[in-house]
C-alpha cells in the first residue's frame, strides 16, 4: 500500500474531530526525485552548481466537514502518512465558504490516455545518474566547437507519481517525467528545452550549436534601421506575454472579483476579444509537454478547451468550485508550458517567411522585468537589451530597444502574424503595427 | 524549538559523513505557515501549511561538490540524503567538475559561535492569534477600508501570512546553530473600475510576528498607505502616460528599496561573478561610486520581515555598509566566492528552503544620505502636492528641470553582469505640472548611473518595504528602503517610459 493509498484509506473512515466528521474530501499526492546539475562559466559543478538531489513527498487536501465547513491545506510528508496527527489541524482552519455552499467534487469518470512519462527519464532513478551529467558534456563540447567562450547551464530531470482521487470515486494515479536543458552562451545566446521526455544527446547538441550560432551573432552590435517596422516576438515570449496580460484576466476567480479588466458580461455576451481568426486554447493532452497530465489537482480530466474561440470569449479558466458559482464549465489546468496556446485560422508563417516579411525590425527573446507591467491593463513598457536586429530580412546582431504597446491591440492587429518555429509547441508572433518600438 | 528535536538525524548525518571521508554541512528546516486570504469580508483561503526537511551539502577532501535533500527529518532520512550527496559529489569528480576548498575553511572562520553555544533565538515567541481572531481582525481591516476613496465596483482582497520558520545549520566541524527567522505581513490588493479600466491598489505592513502586524498601530499603518495607494491609483487611472525621457526622480521609500535592491545589492554579491561593479572577478572596492553624501547598508534590523542572524552555512550574518561615503566598501560575501570577489565572508549567504543551495542574498538594504533634509508630512500619507512642498523646501523644485514623482512599486529585476535594471511604478507626477497625474511607468537605466544620480534624500528612513526575492529561482524574503523620498538627478541612462 502507498503513503497515499494509506492517506484514501484514513480519509475514507469518515474521521472526526470536535463533534464533527470528514464526510467528502479531495486529494492529491506527488512522490517524485529529482536531480539537478549545472555549468558556471563553463565549469560544471562546483559549491553552487554541484549536482544535487531532491526527494519528494507532499501534495494538497480539501475536507469537507459535516457542519458545512471545508478546509483547504497543503499536505507534507508527515501528513500523507500520519494523517491522524494533523486532523485537528486541519480542522482549526477550516471556514465557512464564500458561496455558501461545499465545492462540488470531481465522481467516477474516465481520463483520457496522454503521454507523461519517459522511461529514458524514468531510467536514471534506477541507479547510475551520469547520462544526466553526460548532457554537461554535450552543452560543453558543443558549445565550443561554435566558439562560445563561455557557457552556463542547468539540467535537470525528475520522475514521480501522482495520485488525484476524491470521496466521490474519482481514482487517477500516473507516472510522470520532466526533463529539461537551459543554456546560455557568452551570456548571450540562449536556449531552452522542457518537455516530459529525455533530452536526447542530439537534442541538446542542437540547444548547444544554437546557443552558440546565436550568440555569435548578437556578439556584433548592430543599430536598429530607420525602416524598422516590427518584432517578431519568440514562442517563449509570447507565452510570457499572455500568461502576464491575458491568462491573470481569463481567470474566473479574477472576472468573479472584479480583478480583471473582462467581465462576467463580457462573458455572458461573448464579448469580442482578439481577432476572429484567433482562438487562445489551453490543451493539456499534447504529448509528453509539461502541460499535460491526465487531470487536475482537482480531477478535471484533461483536454483541449477553447477560452477565446475566435476571437470571442467563450469560457474563463475555471476550477469546480467557481465554475459552479458562474455556472460554466471546469477547464482543463496546464501543468506547465505551454500555460496556453494562441492559434489562427489563417495560414502561420515559416520563421524564414516571417523575417522575410518584417524587412527590417528586430526579434525579441527576452522582455526583463515583465512582472513589473500592471497585468491588468494588458499594456507594457518595457527595454530589451539583447534584442536581434533584422535588416532585409536577415538576422543580425544586437541591439537594445524600447518596446511598448497595448498586448491585446498587438495580438489583434490585422497585420500580425502567427509564425511556426521548428521543435516549438507554441508559436511566435510578427507584429508589424501597434508596436512603439525605439533604440533604447 | 522544534529543531531541537532533531539530534538523531543530525548524528546520523555526521556519522555517514565521516564513514565516507566527506566534509558536511547540514541545513534543517522547520516551517509552518498560516496563509488567509479575505475577499469583500468572505474567507476565500484559509490554510496553514507545514513542511519540515534537511538538505546536505557535502564536499570529498579534495573539493568536489553535492548536494541532497528529503522532506524527512528522521536519521535514516539523514543517512541516505548524506550517502546520495556523497554518490554526486563523487560523480561530479568523475566529470571533472569545479572543485572548492571552501569547506576546509570552516573551523577557521572566527564569526562562528563556538560549537555547541545554543540555539540562537531570534528575540520573542511566535505569537499567533487563533484563526478566528486573525480572520475578524482582517475583516475588521476590510472594513475601515469602506470610507477609503476606489473608484466603483471596489474589491478588497486581503492576504494574511505568517511563517513560523526555524532552521538548524550543523557543521562537520562541530558548528551547531539553531535559529528562528519568522516573518508575517499583511497585504490589501483594492480593485474598482474608472471609466471601463481596473484600477488596482495595493498596500503592505510586514514585520517579525502576525501578532506584530495585527495589532492598532500597524493596521492604522496599512489604513494610511492603503488610502495613498488608492488615491494614487485613482489619480492615474485616468490620466496620461508621463512622456519618455530623463527626469529629475523623486521615489518614496518602496521605490528606493527596489533601486537599492536591483541596481546596487544584486551586484554587490559576492557569486555574481562578473557584475558590472566588479573587474577581473574582484568587486572594484575602493572606487568612488556615488556622492560623498551616500551610504548603502544592508544587514538585519530588529522585527524586520528579512531579518536573519545567521547565514545558511552557520555563519553570523553582519550589517554590511556596501557605499560608504560614496565609495563602494564592501560586498555580500559568503563563503563559496567571497575570496574570488576580494571580499571577506560576511555571513550572507541564504536559502529559501533546505531544498536549495545557498548563495549570497541580500536582507534589509537601505540608502542612506548623510545631509537629509527634514520632511513635515507623514510619510505613510504623501500626497504629490506635499511631495513638491518638500523638493520646494530642499531647494530641489527647477522649473528647468523636468521632475517626476514616482509612486507604488511594482517590483523589479536587475541583470548585474550588464548593470541595467528595471522596476514598475503605479503612478506618477509631474511635479512641474502642479503636480498633476500621470499614469504607470517603467524605470529602467543603468546601475552605476543611478548610483551617481542619487543626490538627496528627504525625510525619515523608512525601512520597511517588504517583499520576496526571487534570484535563481529562490524566494527569501527581502526589505529596505531610505529616506521617505529619494532624489535622483536626471542621466540620459535613467529613463522613464510608459506605453502611449
Known amino acids: 500500500m502507498t503513503a497515499a493509498d494509506a492517506l484514501i484509506a484514513f480519509l475514507s473512515q469518515t474521521p472526526g474531530v470536535e463533534g464533527v466528521t470528514v464526510i467528502d474530501w479531495r486529494l492529491e499526492t506527488v512522490q517524485d526525485e529529482g536531480l539537478r546539475v549545472g555549468i558556471r562559466d563553463s565549469e560544471p559543478g562546483g559549491p553552487y552548481e554541484g549536482p544535487a538531489s531532491a526527494i519528494r513527498l507532499g501534495g494538497s487536501l480539501q475536507l469537507h466537514w459535516s457542519d458545512g465547513l471545508v478546509s483547504r491545506g497543503s499536505l507534507d510528508r508527515r501528513a500523507v502518512e500520519a494523517p491522524s496527527e494533523r486532523l485537528a489541524a486541519w480542522r482549526s482552519d477550516a471556514f465557512h465558504p464564500r458561496s455558501g455552499r461545499l465545492p462540488p467534487l470531481a465522481g467516477p469518470g474516465g481520463v483520457p490516455a496522454v503521454q507523461t512519462c519517459d522511461p529514458a527519464v524514468a531510467d536514471l532513478f534506477a541507479g547510475d545518474p551520469t547520462p544526466l551529467l553526460v548532457q554537461l558534456h554535450h552543452i560543453l563540447s558543443g558549445t565550443r566547437a561554435h566558439g562560445a567562450r563561455r557557457v552556463d547551464a542547468i539540467v535537470r530531470a525528475s520522475f514521480g507519481e501522482r495520485t488525484v482521487a476524491t470521496s466521490r470515486g474519482f481514482f487517477c494515479r500516473w507516472l510522470e517525467t520532466a526533463s529539461s536543458v537551459r543554456l546560455w552562451v557568452d551570456e548571450l545566446g540562449g536556449s531552452r528545452y522542457e518537455r516530459r521526455k529525455l533530452a536526447s544527446p542530439a537534442i541538446v547538441d542542437g540547444l548547444a550549436a544554437q546557443s552558440a550560432v546565436l550568440a555569435r551573432q548578437l556578439h556584433a552590435p548592430a543599430h536598429l534601421s530607420e525602416m524598422a517596422r516590427g518584432v517578431l516576438l519568440m514562442p517563449a515570449m509570447v507565452d510570457a506575454l499572455l500568461g502576464r496580460f491575458l491568462l491573470p484576466n481569463l481567470s474566473a476567480r479574477a472576472i468573479r472579483d472584479g480583478r480583471s479588466p473582462f467581465t462576467l458580461d463580457d462573458l455572458q455576451s461573448r464579448r469580442e476579444i482578439l481577432r476572429r481568426d484567433l482562438s487562445l486554447v489551453v490543451d493539456t493532452t499534447l504529448p509528453y509537454e509539461m502541460a499535460t497530465a491526465p487531470c487536475s489537482s482537482e480531477g478535471v480530466p484533461a483536454g483541449r478547451a477553447a477560452l477565446i474561440q475566435r476571437g470571442t470569449l467563450v469560457a474563463p479558466l475555471a476550477d469546480l468550485e467557481v465554475a459552479a458559482e458562474m455556472g460554466v464549465q471546469a477547464t482543463p489546468s496546464p501543468r506547465g508550458r505551454p500555460h496556453v496556446l494562441l492559434e489562427s485560422e489563417e495560414p502561420v508563417l515559416g520563421l524564414d517567411a516571417a523575417l522575410a516579411l518584417l524587412g527590417d525590425g528586430v526579434i525579441v527573446r527576452d522582455l526583463p522585468g515583465l512582472h513589473t507591467q500592471p497585468a491588468r491593463r494588458t499594456m507594457y513598457a518595457l527595454v530589451a537589451p539583447d534584442a536581434q536586429v533584422v535588416r532585409g530580412g536577415a538576422a543580425g546582431g544586437h541591439c537594445a530597444v524600447r518596446l511598448a504597446g497595448n498586448v491585446v491591440q498587438q495580438v489583434s492587429h490585422r497585420t500580425t502574424r502567427l509564425v511556426r518555429i521548428n521543435g516549438e509547441a507554441g508559436t511566435g508572433l510578427l507584429v508589424l503595427d501597434g508596436v512603439e518600438l525605439l533604440p533604447a | ?500
Not at chain 2, 118 to 141: K, L, N
Not at chain 2, 476 to 485: D, E, I, R
Open chain 2, 1 to 500: 524549538m522544534r529543531v531541537c528535536h532533531f539530534d538523531a538525524a543530525v548524528d546520523a548525518a555526521l556519522t555517514t559523513a565521516r564513514a565516507a571521508g566527506l566534509r558536511l554541512i547540514l541545513r534543517m528546516q522547520d516551517t509552518v505557515e498560516r496563509r488567509l486570504v479575505m475577499v469583500d469580508g468572505g474567507i476565500d483561503r484559509d490554510r496553514t501549511n507545514r513542511l519540515a526537511g534537511l538538505g546536505v551539502h557535502v564536499c570529498t577532501e579534495d573539493g568536489f561538490v553535492g548536494f541532497a535533500s528529503v522532506d524527512d527529518v528522521r536519521p535514516e532520512a539523514a543517512t541516505e540524503a548524506v550517502r546520495r550527496a556523497g554518490r554526486l559529489a563523487i560523480a561530479a569528480r568523475a566529470i571533472g567538475g569545479g572543485r572548492t576548498d571552501a569547506f576546509q575553511q570552516l573551523s577557521d572562520l572566527s564569526a562562528t559561535p563556538e560549537p555547541g553555544a545554543g540555539p540562537m533565538q531570534t528575540p520573542g515567541v511566535c505569537r499567533t492569534p487563533g484563526p478566528a481572531d486573525t480572520a475578524s481582525i482582517v475583516r475588521g481591516a476590510q472594513d475601515d477600508l469602506a470610507v477609503v476613496p476606489a473608484g466603483a465596483g471596489r474589491t478588497i482582497r486581503t492576504t494574511f501570512s505568517a511563517v513560523d520558520e526555524e532552521w538548524r545549520i550543523v557543521r562537520s566541524d562541530g558548528a551547531d546553530l539553531q535559529f528562528r527567522t519568522p516573518h508575517a505581513l499583511l497585504r490589501h490588493e483594492v480593485t474598482s473600475r474608472l471609466n471601463g479600466n481596473v484600477v488596482r491598489a495595493v498596500a503592505t505592513v510586514a514585520g517579525l510576528e502576525a501578532a506584530d502586524i495585527l495589532e492598532p498601530l500597524p493596521l492604522a499603518r496599512l489604513w494610511r498607505r492603503t488610502g495613498r495607494a488608492a488615491r494614487d491609483a485613482l489619480a492615474a487611472a485616468s490620466a496620461p502616460p508621463p512622456a519618455a525621457g530623463s527626469y529629475r526622480l523623486v521615489l518614496n521609500h518602496a521605490l528606493a528599496k527596489g533601486l537599492a535592491h536591483e541596481a546596487i545589492g544584486h551586484l554587490c554579491e559576492s557569486d555574481v561573478d562578473g557584475s558590472v561593479l566588479m573587474r577581473h572577478g574582484r568587486l572594484r572596492i575602493g572606487e568612488q561610486l556615488a556622492r560623498a553624501t551616500v551610504t548603502v547598508v544592508d544587514g538585519p534590523l530588529p522585527g524586520d520581515f528579512a531579518q536573519q542572524p545567521v547565514s545558511a552555512n552557520g555563519i553570523l550574518r553582519q550589517p554590511v555598509a556596501l557605499i560608504e561615503h560614496g565609495v563602494l566598501a564592501a560586498g555580500l560575501g559568503d563563503l563559496f566566492s567571497a575570496a574570488a570577489a576580494g571580499v571577506p565572508i560576511t555571513g550572507a549567504c541564504r536559502a529559501s528552503s533546505f531544498r536549495d543551495r545557498p548563495t549570497p542574498r541580500m536582507t534589509n538594504i537601505r540608502i542612506q544620505l548623510a545631509d537629509a533634509s527634514t520632511l513635515a508630512a507623514d510619510p505613510d500619507t504623501l500626497t504629490a502636492d506635499d511631495v513638491a512642498a518638500a523638493l520646494d523646501g530642499a531647494g530641489l523644485l527647477d522649473s528647468r528641470i523636468p521632475t517626476l514623482y514616482l509612486a507604488g512599486y511594482r517590483g523589479g529585476q536587475a541583470h548585474p553582469r550588464r548593470g541595467d535594471f528595471v522596476f514598475g511604478a503605479d503612478a506618477a507626477y509631474d511635479l512641474l505640472d502642479g503636480a498633476s497625474p500621470r499614469g504607470p511607468a517603467s524605470f529602467t537605466g543603468l546601475a552605476e548611473r543611478a548610483l551617481e544620480a542619487i543626490v538627496a534624500g528627504i525625510g525619515p528612513i523608512c525601512a520597511d518595504a517588504a517583499g520576496m526575492c526571487s534570484k535563481d529561482g529562490s524566494a527569501v524574503t527581502s526589505s529596505g528602503g531610505s529616506h521617505a523620498l529619494l532624489v535622483l538627478d536626471p542621466d540620459p541612462d535613467l529613463v522613464i517610459s510608459a506605453a502611449t
